[in-house]
């Protein structure tokens, strides 16, 4: 799928793998719509790349329905749909004070991370449906999801988080089935450390992210945000790419804490 001409939506656009992402797609020619709560950064990146900033927050309907009309506005089909928009939460299931997980919070997550992607990629796949095909394929588009190597190898403490990303990988293989009558393909990423601003910036986030490191097997660091933007790129791109539940971790492999 060439994205040169067409548009692009990305939720989580504001900051971090979604803003690279963004940046990378506008680079190769899309019109890019960013879809995230932070007005002020959300407005400055779409400025910045000559694209759109609609203010969603994912885990509303009609917010993302605003967003991917906005899409549609461009006058550019929409082709390329990426879910970045996410939150992280630390709880235990039984906390250390005896009080189970608060169910809250743990709604809270689920909401953002699972509801969220499944709202965009919907929503969004329903607009792509009514685009032309893009080639002889008959393809009209590309998801791509963004879940986390905590999907499938959750630490303590990351219960909500690993539930709400171990669904978006639940859903890559049934989403990719039902939206190939239209002609767009469903990939998921599982990132595993990543240096964004998702972790902070206090001396405590540097120590913290030392230690995240740790077990990653080579090369030895955080992975970028332009690495995973490359990886989008490649993802959508590559046409025979679907249905597929890819690591991008360094080789790491999640320890209990
Ligand atoms: N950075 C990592 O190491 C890492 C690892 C695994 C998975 N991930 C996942 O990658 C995605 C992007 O993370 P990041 O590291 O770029 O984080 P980030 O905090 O830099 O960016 C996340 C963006 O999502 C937006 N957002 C949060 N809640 C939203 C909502 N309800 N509606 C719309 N936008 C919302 C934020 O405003 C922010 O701009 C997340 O889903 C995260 O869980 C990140």
Redesign the pocket.
């Known amino acids: 799928m060439d994205v040169n001409g067409s548009a692009a939506i990305i939720?989580?656009g504001?900051?971090?793998?979604?803003e690279a992402t963004a940046r990378e797609l506008a680079r190769q020619g899309a019109t890019v719509v960013i879809?995230?709560?932070?007005e002020e950064?959300g407005k400055a990146v779409a400025d910045e790349l000559g694209g759109v900033f609609a203010r969603?927050?994912?885990?509303d309907q009609d917010q993302v329905r605003a967003a991917v009309d906005a899409a549609v506005a461009t006058g550019r089909p929409l082709r390329v749909v990426v879910n970045?928009?996410?939150?992280?939460w630390a709880e235990r299931t039984v906390n250390r004070d005896g009080n189970p997980h608060n169910p809250d919070s743990y709604r809270k997550v689920i909401e953002?991370?699972l509801i969220?992607t499944f709202n965009l990629m919907s929503i969004a796949a329903a607009a792509i449906a009514r685009t032309d095909p893009a080639d002889a394929d008959g393809q009209r588009g590309v998801v791509i999801n963004?879940a986390?190597v905590a999907a499938l190898e959750g630490q303590t403490g990351q219960l909500a988080y690993s539930a709400s990303k171990g669904g978006i990988v639940g859903m890559t293989v049934p989403a990719a089935r039902d939206l190939a009558a239209i002609g767009v393909r469903v990939n998921t990423i599982c990132?595993?450390?990543?240096d964004?601003?998702?972790y902070g910036f206090s001396g405590n986030a540097e120590e913290f992210k030392a230690k995240l490191v740790a077990p990653v097997v080579f090369p030895k660091r955080m992975g970028r945000a332009d690495e995973f933007a490359q990886l989008v790129l490649s993802l959508v791109r590559n046409d025979y790419m679907n249905a597929e539940v890819i690591r991008f971790d360094g080789g790491i492999r999640f320890q209990p804490k």
């Open positions: 939720s989580g504001a900051s971090g793998l979604g879809a995230d709560l932070n950064r969603t927050d994912v885990s970045s928009a996410g939150i992280g953002v991370n969220g963004t986390s990132p595993g450390i990543i964004t601003p998702i």
